[in-house]
């Protein structure tokens, strides 16, 4: 072996360890099972992410909360030990009321019209205010549409009153149940299938998708077609852990990102046909409510809203114009 080639070998060396020593493992959290489109896009976007950025940037993937509810989440996210996420607006809204306007009722009809909310001037004027909870805005999706699954009949609103209805912790939920008269009941996800079919809870607001593949529709009596609300997700990175990213590698993450918030909201938009046509197979009546169904509480949630935020009359305007 002559000592060219053994330079050329140590080289090689080097230049493959210098490669290893820049991977770095990061990772992104969400309280979606791995069934969830959520979680499944969000896989399918770190192996891109990885491939694109020649394995420097290998996003691990943690579901159904596995790091911790969302306020864990953010906290950690503030500090710089978690690195993204696919957050709800529960602990944004919490913190900060004009976050909590995207969770009004009725805004938009369907997936499509929230998608195109969602890139709008309001949520441009939400994104401005992200770094003051030390996070990096990377892009807007949904979930399905809300409805109500009660686990006994319901004809009029008026038997909702004093029902057990589980929310996630979130302002906005909590006060339209309240306006209901019902009890809006915060339960983490995974404890949801077992508290619905042993009767801690009476009901939940929840997705077509959750519906059918969690099977809550196996212990319920009816299930309220209602759409009415949207479910909004923002894509998001640790501040700190951003600024410490190479220019080049950010932009790879921050078009990935993008590309797989507008895919989710194009899935949803196929989706939600196909999670409701499953659920009208089943032995559980399937019954198409709306607005007016729901009776004043809707307006009032409204005037309620339009106090606790200055934004939430330029939202109402924005959706009008798209609805």
């Known amino acids: ?140 999706a949904v979930s399905g549409m809300r409805q109500v ?51 801690q809870i009476d009901g939940m607001q929840i997705d077509l998708e959750s519906t059918w593949n969690s099977k809550y529709y196996s212990n319920a009596g009816v299930i309220l077609n209602s759409d009415h609300g949207m479910f909004p997700m923002l894509a998001a990175a640790s501040g700190r852990k951003w600024a410490q990213i190479s220019p080049e590698d950010q932009a790879i993450i921050a078009e990935e990102f993008a590309t797989e918030t507008a895919t989710i909201v194009e899935a949803y938009a196929r989706l939600e046909e196909e999670f409701l046509t499953n659920l009208k197979g089943t032995d559980v009546p399937v019954v198409e409510v709306d607005r007016e169904w729901f009776g004043p509480a809707i307006e009032a949630y409204y005037d309620q809203w339009k106090t606790k935020s200055p934004l939430f009359e330029d939202l109402l305007q924005e959706a009008a114009a798209l609805n």
């Open 1 to 140: 072996m002559t000592f060219t080639t053994i330079l050329k070998g140590a080289a090689a060396v080097l230049l493959m360890a210098a490669g290893t020593a820049q991977a770095t493992d990061y990772r992104m959290s969400m309280i979606t099972p791995p069934a969830h489109q959520w979680t499944k896009s969000a896989t399918d976007m770190a192996a891109r992410i990885n491939e694109r950025t020649e394995g420097r940037v290998n996003i691990l993937i943690f579901p159904s909360g596995q790091l911790g509810p969302e306020s864990q989440m953010m906290q950690q996210m503030q500090t710089g030990a978690l690195d993204f996420a696919f957050l709800t607006l529960g602990e944004l809204a919490n913190r900060d009321n004009d976050f909590g306007i995207l969770a009004a009722p009725y805004l938009v009809p369907d997936i499509v019209t929230a998608g195109k909310l969602l890139d709008g001037e309001t949520t441009k004027k939400l994104e401005e205010k992200l770094p003051s909870f030390g996070l990096k805005g990377l892009g807007w």
């Open 149 to 199: 699954v009660m686990n006994g009949k319901v004809e009029t609103v008026d038997q909702l009153a004093g029902k057990k209805i589980r929310t996630i912790p979130y302002a906005p939920e909590l006060d339209m149940w309240t306006g209901l008269k019902a009890v809006p009941t915060p339960m983490p996800l995974p404890a949801l299938y077992d508290a619905f079919a042993n009767g």
